[in-house]
């Protein structure tokens, strides 16, 4: 297990929070935050959803509409990585939150569920199940970190 007793996975950055920010153009996006800020690009998953890492922070950069005004709803969300996600999901559901999406597993080695918090915000909590390697569900690992 790693600190906060989170188990490793490949697949997901070491961070705990992890803010999830929508842009039109994902590659356009990663290579100005990379250039302008030093981020790094972690891990990119297609044209869609790249992680940038910087030292031990995280961001992921995701297709989107990347205008907060939009009238479906603001352009980002925030990830949690949890230790349990189920029992985190019982809690958020008994305390009123708006189910997204109830707890499902993912073949990047991920437990998430989906609630919309009471300003509307987005929230995912994640629970790595396993350590999966990026290229056994099509992602392509490009910094690991060492």
């Known amino acids: 297990m790693s600190a906060g007793g989170l188990r490793p996975n490949r697949s997901m950055p070491a961070s705990v929070i992890i ?3 929508a842009y039109r153009d994902v590659r ?7 250039r302008a800020f030093g981020f790094t690009e972690r ?3 297609g044209d869609h959803r790249a992680q940038l890492a910087f030292g031990e922070g995280a961001v992921v950069v995701a297709a ?4 907060a005004t939009h009238p479906a709803g603001p352009g980002h969300s ?6 349990d996600v189920d029992a985190h999901y019982r809690r958020a559901r008994d305390a009123g939150a708006r189910i997204v999406g109830a707890p499902s597993d993912y073949p990047y080695g991920e437990r998430q569920y989906t609630a919309e918090d009471l300003g509307g915000h987005l929230w ?3 629970q790595s199940t396993a350590d999966v390697s990026p290229e056994v569900w099509g992602g392509v690992l490009l910094d690991d970190g060492t």
Request: with cysteine; net charge neutral.
């Open 28 to 34: 356009e996006a990663v290579e100005w935050l990379c």
């Open 124 to 126: 995912t909590f994640s």
């Open 64 to 67: 989107g509409r990347g205008d």
């Open 19 to 21: 803010p999830v920010l």
């Open 78 to 83: 925030v990830m949690v990585r949890v230790a």
């Open 43 to 45: 891990l990119r998953i």
